[in-house]
């Protein structure tokens, strides 16, 4: 099938991101906010701090099995977009185009303007105006039907993503740099985080287990892992932009999860080191909480200064990568025409990334980013482990494809992957069965539009 490219003679995106971009993409854009918060949940599931690192450790594997299986999929096809292509691919121009759907008004957008609000909420530690009302709409649109109230955290979450976009739109390699730059200094925070903590931290006396270990527990605690590690796959949404992508993409996707895995068991060594079980269970911030009891208050603030830049490169990461999905649909006649717009001198997805900047800002300003977020997690899982069995599909249905990368243990790597969403579907439904439900809603009602945009693109092609 033949899909529609940019015409000739038209700018169109570059190769412009090296191996350690690329790597940062991943690396940069799962570590956020999580490693500082998600340990304590997962004690409180399941009890022991054995069974917090074999949670992580599986958590991790299940991962890598998706970076293996992506792996192949971005050597083999190369382009923006990532999953949208995958999907297109593998089961036809539907699926890619509900990915994309789900992506631009409601996943990638409701993490990024998640992660811009985060950010003021640790910035908030140091300047408490911040947590302020700035304006009250007389409108109810607030919660409960009640006025809005505009706080300055919202304000500056709002300056904070068009500013990143800003910057993103005047070249992927100057967006790629300043990725990079950020996660190796988030990394080296981090690092020391770590090393402080194992190596200057008495640990507690009290070891006493939160409470006892049960299979719903682990699976609670397995999900909320997940989420921690979600973001890896981002490098393949910018497949058309790295160079020397059969080699590069599959080592940023792998070598990046690897990376990540290390991170956060060593930082989970270290909170257990300093902490006892109860009072990380018992802890807002585990992060914060280690180095308050190492350093004094400024070891509070100090986490607060880390998690600052680690949602800062998650967050640039989100719109350098996320940009290119709406881009790839509408390339493809899936999306409006503008967001297919490259950039005559930056060679950037112009359009694409304005407007998934400033649907950003509208969820920030909605408040209503966690709610649809958490709406759509169950749907997207689906899509990712249809995107992991695309994998399997594709040796069958283009056998002579050229894959420079082939998944290490196939079929068995996909399928764990597969098996691992099930699980975190299964406990998804049953925990929010509305939510899960409203969620597949939400994204079939991207079809009417689909069929618009389809009828359109069959028109095109008569004519």
Not at 184 to 203: Q, T, Y
Not at 208 to 217: F, I, K, R, Y
Not at 357 to 380: P, R
Request: charged fraction near 10%; proline fraction near 5%.
């Amino acid at each position: 099938m033949a899909w529609q490219k940019t015409p000739a003679g038209k700018a169109e995106l570059r190769r412009d991101l090296g191996p350690w971009a690329a790597a940062s993409i991943v690396v940069g854009t799962v570590i956020g906010s999580g490693i500082f918060l998600v340990p304590t949940t997962m004690i409180q599931r399941v009890g022991s701090v054995r069974m917090v690192f074999l949670v992580w450790v599986v958590g991790g594997l299940l991962s890598l099995a998706g970076a293996l299986s992506y792996a192949e999929l971005a050597a083999a096809l190369p382009e923006a977009g990532g999953e949208y292509v995958y999907l297109r691919e593998a089961y036809g121009p539907v699926w890619g185009f509900l990915y994309s759907w789900t992506q631009m008004w409601v996943a990638k957008s409701g993490s990024i303007a998640a992660l811009a609000t985060g950010f003021f909420l640790y910035f908030a530690d140091f300047f408490r105006s911040f947590d302020r009302i700035a304006y009250t709409l007389p409108l109810p649109l607030g919660p409960h039907g009640n006025p809005l109230e505009i706080r300055y955290g919202q304000l500056g979450a709002i300056v904070l993503i068009l500013s990143l976009a800003w910057l993103n739109y005047f070249g992927v390699k100057f967006g790629g740099s300043v990725q990079t730059a950020v996660t190796l200094v988030k990394v080296a925070l981090i690092s020391l985080l770590i090393v402080v903590g194992i190596g200057f931290g008495h640990p507690e006396a009290a070891q006493a287990a939160v409470t006892h270990v049960n299979l719903s527990g682990f699976v609670a605690a397995l999900v909320a892992a997940l989420w921690a590690y979600d973001g890896w796959n981002n490098a393949s949404m910018v497949g058309s932009e790295v160079r020397d992508p059969q080699r590069n993409l599959p080592r940023a996707l792998i070598g990046g999860t690897l990376i990540v895995i290390a991170i956060y068991l060593l930082a989970n060594a270290a909170y257990f080191h300093v902490l006892s079980p109860a009072h990380v269970g018992g802890a807002t911030r585990v992060a914060a909480a280690m180095m308050t009891r190492i350093s004094g208050p400024w070891g509070g603030h100090a986490v607060s200064a880390a998690a600052m830049i680690s949602i800062f490169a998650a967050l640039n990461g989100s719109i350098l990568s996320g940009a290119r999905v709406p881009y790839a649909a509408a390339r493809d006649g899936y999306f409006f025409r503008i967001a297919r717009r490259v950039h005559p001198q930056h060679h950037t997805p112009s359009a694409a990334i304005a407007l998934l900047g400033v649907w950003s800002c509208l969820l920030v300003l909605s408040g209503k980013y966690d709610d649809l977020f958490n709406l759509v997690i169950f749907a997207s899982w689906i899509l990712y482990a249809m995107t992991a069995a695309a994998v399997i599909v594709l040796r069958y249905k283009r056998p002579n494809l050229a894959r420079p990368y082939r998944t290490i243990g196939y079929p068995a790597v996909p399928v764990l992957f597969i098996l691992g969403a099930i699980i975190l579907l299964l406990s998804t439904l049953m925990d929010q069965p509305r939510e899960s439900l409203i969620g597949i809603a939400l994204i079939i009602a991207g079809l009417p539009f689909y069929f618009f945009w389809n009828r359109r693109q069959n028109s095109s092609r008569v004519q």
